[in-house]
């Protein structure tokens, strides 16, 4: 089955870009999503990507997608202190809704 | 607009007892879905359901059970409550298939088994 790899922990300072990484195993995944989850919260979805793209922009979001390599990544620029939260990259591979998701990464903000 | 609602919030329960989460979508998903997350772990899918009447197993299926009587509701039911089930879960719920419409999912219920 998919495998979704992520770092644990991120720390940046406010007004910088962060980078989150994410790897997965199954070439074949034609969705690529990451969610945001804050405290005592649920996740909410912050962007998704298709996997015929190589990038997509939205405001202060950038992710990019390397299908050779099997890596996706976000990218927050100007972070905020609102940003802290784990963000989780997920995957959907076929089948009825296999959404695999990664561990989490926390990100910290530093003022 | 209330979304995905899941009740109750917290619930401690001792080994042995049995418990029902609830879930409700006001939103005329048909897909809904059962996840725990551990801590360290990403979201595990439990159960999830493309329509009323119809329900499947996901990845950790052990221990658990569901029922989808209604398009909005999708109860999860824990009959024997063991240590191992001691998580947070979420329920969620999506308008389609191929998911380029996200999953919308509820607060969670934080789960203590004693």
């Known amino acids: 089955g998919e495998d979704v790899e992520q770092s644990l922990f991120l720390s940046v300072r406010e007004g910088d870009s962060s980078v989150i990484n994410c790897t997965y195993t199954?070439?074949?995944?034609?969705?690529l999503y990451w969610y945001k989850q804050e405290p005592g919260a649920g996740l909410q979805l912050l962007t998704y990507i298709f996997s015929n793209m190589d990038m997509k922009q939205d405001q202060r979001l950038t992710v990019l997608l390397n299908k050779k390599d099997k890596h996706l990544s976000l990218r927050i620029a100007d972070t905020q202190t609102g940003d802290s939260a784990i963000y989780f990259c997920a995957v959907y591979s076929g089948g009825y809704q296999k959404v695999t998701f990664g561990i989490g990464t926390k990100l910290q903000v530093i003022p | 607009n209330a979304g995905v609602t899941q009740t109750p919030k917290f619930r401690i329960l001792k080994i042995g007892q049995s418990m029902t989460l609830q879930c409700t979508q006001d939103m005329n998903h048909n897909y809904m879905y059962w996840y725990r997350q551990d801590p360290g772990m990403g979201l595990k899918l439990i159960y999830y359901s493309v329509g009323a009447g119809i329900t499947d197993k996901g990845e950790v299926p052990n221990g658990y059970n569901v029922s989808r009587s209604t398009t909005e509701d999708f109860p999860l039911r824990l009959e024997l409550a063991a240590p191992s089930q001691t998580s947070v879960y979420f329920c969620a719920s999506s308008e389609a298939l191929l998911s380029n419409q996200p999953q919308h999912f509820g607060d969670g219920t934080r789960l203590s088994i004693l």
């Open positions: 199954d070439s074949s995944s034609t969705y």
